[in-house]
């Protein structure tokens, strides 16, 4: 750990709020804010320059227990809300925590837009598939069939694939993983964390309560090893137990294959997070554990591109350059003007 | 009295020259003819010539409605005096029409032995049947009633521009600059200032250019030479207060006066805004001038806007949003935000008619209850009005100083007639402006809790900035314990918090001036107004005034809280007549409050009022009419319009 002399040491314990926390016993959100203050300290960011914004639902009550700044806003706006904070203080710290309701039904359009613009803070989304603080209906990611209060005969809508959706917008960084895999977790959480441009990070997080067992088959120990597959950069696509099969690509189409049996590493998909094009992590993304495929989690994608919230302060730093700072005087005179004596 | 533009001067003919006290002319042809364009100069020279000035430009919501029929007329009408002058005029003295359809839906505007100028090459058969003529007006003796004149624009125009190197297309375009050099000629104005802009516009462009300056000058020419018309008026300068003067539409004033508070109060200038008609020229105006550090953000939708406003508020700059009023009824759940979370910003609502989409580009005051009341929940927050399009440069640094110095959301309203009128704007010096003092905590001692939600005597809350060790915290949504910001159900707080929210705006009383009056304390009416009516409002007063009527006018700049001292000057006149362009807002906030039976003049056609509404409804009033305009509607005999008005299916919005 690198820590800035002029910065005190702070410990996960430093991120505490006095607040209580006050999700259900045994809900996913304890690991993820667990793992939050756990990396918080290693970023080496003062304290006071980090803000998490948030919307509504069970995931957005996370700003109340960081003691930082923060700002619990209203339903699906936390991007936007985050936008205003970023573009006008871009030396803040600026993360966006959000459900599959919260950033995918009511805030979707705010999503996409925050995605496409680049600005440079991190969306956490935590996926349990339910809406949790309305206590239990289907959500935008609920599988078709899901039968919920609110869907007694199932779920008709087609789901959402959240990583899909922020690969489409084109989003520079987009990542996955699991609650309950907690050092996995906050490795991911450290490079959204790290990456400049806006970090995208899904997280299966199971409700214990409405949605028990949701993403049982890629949290399951004896099942995770089949059913998810961890990427890593410029190395093949292999998973299961025995590490025996792997992903390569068949024309667009990406199939599971057995190692051995004249298929060697080389045949496999090589993973490139740094693909200029994103055709292949969306590939990726679409990759479901219902259609025989491992669910990838990892990084799928870190590119660089310009960032809004460096641009529109440029265009001001370029303006101001080019034309001196603005005299109002000048300004309220500039038109046709004529004097009364 | 000799005319100053650089010509040749035939001095062959001896015209007339009438002085007047002040005209009103109108521009008005299909909305591809340039009439905002003529409009406009002829606006700037008066200016510049020292008139008093008062326009109304009006269009239609189509960009290009289907040319020549009578939903694609936009028009641009100038009133300009020697006096001091309110209002754009009631009638026109000089109406130039470039085609049917805008002689049908302007004529009724000419007064009887008023000036009509129409360019007759476009009253040909196809135009005729647009504007749902039988027979051509200019021709079957029906305008009898008017000073005709029948020019043909197109042709001369051509003639003039014939030898350049340009499409037909093009040529014909320049005709309205010919009609604009028609009638400076006819009003004595000097080319120069058109000539001027013409070379700052087009000069990348000499072809059209020249043509443009041809165009200009063969009008010119044409009324100096054409024996039919055989006098010229000259309107002298208007005595206005010394100064230096610019003529300023509203949104530009909106925009200056932001930009002018967010300096006084040292702030960056964040505006979060989606395009809407009237308010996105304040967006545009605003997005020039980066270089003044201001940001603007054009968010992906109206929610966007607001909600990047509180997080930039939150973060520490002067935030700002600019709408209407179908964008601001997206932006109240945000609003309610602001409202909870105790933060400072600015919340433009340049009023069009409604509801939902309504009328885009036409003017109305009906949103004074979505300002003050339009949110879930007891969410009170300050509301005031510019009353001019200059005002609104004063009316936004008000709001300003006002929402830092309460630490609350404040709404301005302006609305479609003065956002887009303009008027004379006594160029004030940026140093004679009163600073707007923001002051935020300093860090915060080691291990001390932070309580954000502490209050000073006008019951704000400390604005602490993200950046500032020992002062992190949290706020939201949810209701606040007061003192520490925590989320906090308790019933007898959450009665606090109400309390504290709806007292907070009610002390702004103490930080506004007592109510001004024109006219005499007490008597027999008061006309009561808010907003863009000011000007027909104090003009129809003074007008009863100088018949020695015992009328006054007040207007209101803040509408919640109302003035202090309203409640006792309402109580010293007989009558109190409130006339809104709307079914009686204001009135039923007053009529509440103050429990008194005032009387509305309503009006809600997507126009402003005229002098002559108004002084008729004072008029009756003083004679014992008690009438409002809308009332009892429960008992109203509906009957459907006699004439419906034969209109494209399609129109957009």
């Given amino acids: ?341 | 009295m000799s005319t100053t533009a650089a010509l040749d001067k035939s001095p062959a003919l001896q015209k007339q020259v009438l002085t007047l006290d002040e005209a009103t002319v109108r521009f008005c042809g299909d909305s591809g003819d340039g009439m905002q364009l003529a409009g406009t100069q002829f606006t700037n020279t008066s200016a510049l010539m020292g008139n008093d000035i008062a326009t109304f430009p009006d269009f239609p919501a189509e960009i290009r409605a289907p040319q020549g029929t009578l939903a694609g007329v936009s028009g641009f009408q100038v009133h300009f005096s020697s006096k001091d002058i309110y209002t754009p005029g009631d009638t026109v003295d000089a109406l130039v029409a470039m085609n049917p359809a805008a002689l049908a839906t302007n004529l009724g505007e000419l007064r009887a032995g008023g000036i009509l100028i129409a360019n007759s090459d476009a009253f040909e058969a196809k135009g005729l049947e647009q504007a749902g003529y039988k027979a051509n007006p200019l021709e079957d003796g029906s305008l009898q009633a008017y000073r005709l004149h029948t020019v043909a624009m197109t042709k001369l125009t051509r003639a003039a521009v014939n030898h350049l190197e340009l499409s037909q297309k093009e040529k014909d375009r320049c005709r309205n600059f010919f009609a604009m050099g028609l009638v400076f000629w006819l009003y004595d104005r000097p080319l120069e200032p058109t000539l001027r802009y013409i070379e700052e516009k087009f000069g990348k462009k000499p072809e059209i250019a020249q043509a443009n300056t041809l165009a200009l000058k063969a009008g010119y020419h044409y009324g100096e030479t054409v024996e039919a018309i055989n006098t010229q008026f000259h309107v002298p300068k208007a005595k206005l207060e010394p100064g230096t003067y610019t003529s300023i539409v509203g949104n530009t004033a909106v925009a200056y006066g932001l930009m002018a508070a967010a300096r006084l109060s040292d702030k960056q200038l964040f505006l979060g805004a989606y395009p809407i008609t009237p308010a996105s020229s304040i967006l545009e105006e605003l997005a020039r001038h980066k270089n003044f550090n201001v940001l603007t953000f054009q968010a992906e939708d109206e929610i966007a806007a607001m909600a990047a406003t509180v997080g930039a508020a939150f973060a520490g700059a002067m935030a700002t949003t600019v709408s209407s009023g179908p964008g601001i009824a997206l932006k109240s759940e945000a609003m309610g935000l602001a409202v909870m979370t105790e933060l400072p910003m600015v919340i433009v609502n340049v009023q069009r008619g409604g509801p939902s989409t309504g009328l885009p580009t036409k003017t109305e005051q009906a949103d004074l209850y979505q300002a003050i009341f339009g949110r879930n929940g007891e969410c009170p927050m300050p509301v005031l009005a510019a009353s001019s399009p200059a005002d609104c440069f004063d009316a936004a640094q008000e709001a300003w100083r006002i929402a830092v110095q309460y630490m609350v959301p404040v709404v301005l309203l302006t609305d479609g007639y003065i956002a887009n009128g303009s008027e004379p704007w006594r160029i004030p010096k940026y140093a004679d402006l009163e600073k707007i003092p923001v002051t935020h905590p300093a860090p915060g001692a080691s291990g001390e809790k932070f309580l954000p939600y502490t209050r000073n005597e006008r019951l704000a809350r400390p604005w602490a900035v993200p950046g500032m060790t020992g002062l992190e915290h949290r706020i939201g949504g949810l209701e606040k314990q007061d003192v520490t910001g925590n989320v906090c159900y308790e019933p007898g707080n959450h009665e606090h918090m109400i309390r504290v929210r709806a007292a907070k705006v009610e002390k702004i009383v103490n930080d506004i001036p007592p109510q001004k009056l024109d006219g005499p304390p007490s008597g027999d009416v008061l006309v009561l107004s808010w907003g863009g009516t000011f000007g027909a409002c104090a003009t129809a007063v003074h007008n009863v005034q100088a018949q020695g009527k015992a009328v006054t006018h007040c207007h209101l700049r803040w509408l919640n809280p109302l003035p202090k001292d309203l409640g006792d000057i309402l109580k010293r006149f007989k009558k109190i007549l409130i006339p809104e362009l709307n079914l009686g807002q204001l009135r039923t906030v007053i009529r509440a409050k103050y429990l008194i039976d005032a009387i509305g003049l309503n009006k809600i056609q997507g126009k402003p009022f005229s002098v002559g509404e108004v002084v008729g409804k004072i008029e009756a009033v003083l004679a014992g009419d008690t009438t409002s305009t809308h009332d009892d509607l429960a008992n109203w005999d509906y009957k459907p319009p006699t004439k419906v008005a034969k209109q494209s299916a399609n129109q957009g919005g």
């Fill in chain 1, 1 to 341: 750990m690198s820590v800035d002399v002029t910065l005190p040491v702070l410990k996960p314990t430093d991120f505490a709020s006095d607040q209580d926390v006050r999700w259900c016993p045994g809900c996913g959100d304890y690991a993820i804010l667990a793992q939050m203050k756990k990396i918080m300290p290693t970023l080496n960011i003062p304290r006071e320059k980090i803000v998490f914004v948030s919307g509504i639902g069970c995931s957005s009550r996370f700003p109340y227990y960081m003691n930082t700044y923060g700002m619990h806003s209203i339903h699906g706006r936390a991007p936007a809300v985050a936008t205003g904070i970023k573009s006008v203080r871009p030396d803040l710290n600026v993360w966006v925590i959000t459900g599959d309701g919260d950033a995918l039904s009511i805030g979707g359009n705010h999503l996409m837009h925050t995605i496409r613009r680049n600005l440079d803070i991190n969306i956490v989304l935590f996926n349990n598939r339910i809406y949790g603080l309305t206590k239990g209906q289907y959500s935008p990611t609920s599988p078709l069939g899901k039968k919920t209060k609110s869907s007694p005969m199932g779920a008709i809508d087609n789901p959402l694939h959240p990583l899909s959706l922020a690969i489409g917008c084109e989003a520079t960084f987009v990542a996955r993983s699991i609650d309950t895999e907690i050092k996995h977790l906050g490795e991911v959480l450290m490079r959204a964390a790290k990456h400049a441009g806006t970090s995208f990070v899904e997280v299966y997080q199971n409700c214990n309560v409405f949605n028990d067992g949701a993403w049982a088959y890629a949290k399951d120990r004896d099942t995770k090893a089949e059913t998810t597959l961890e990427l890593i950069h410029n190395k093949p696509l292999i998973f299961g137990k025995n590490r025996d099969k792997g992903i390569r690509l068949n024309g667009m189409n990406p199939e599971v294959v057995d190692l051995g049996k004249g298929i060697s590493e080389d045949d496999l998909l090589f993973h490139d997070e740094k693909a200029t094009e994103p055709s292949l992590a969306y590939l990726l993304s679409r990759m479901r554990h219902v259609d025989g495929f491992p669910e990838p989690i990892g990084v799928f994608r870190a590119v660089d591109r310009p960032r809004y919230d460096v641009a529109i302060n440029e265009q001001v730093e370029v303006a101001t350059k080019e034309r001196g700072v603005g005299d109002l005087d000048k300004l309220f005179n500039s038109g046709d003007v004529w004097q009364v004596a």
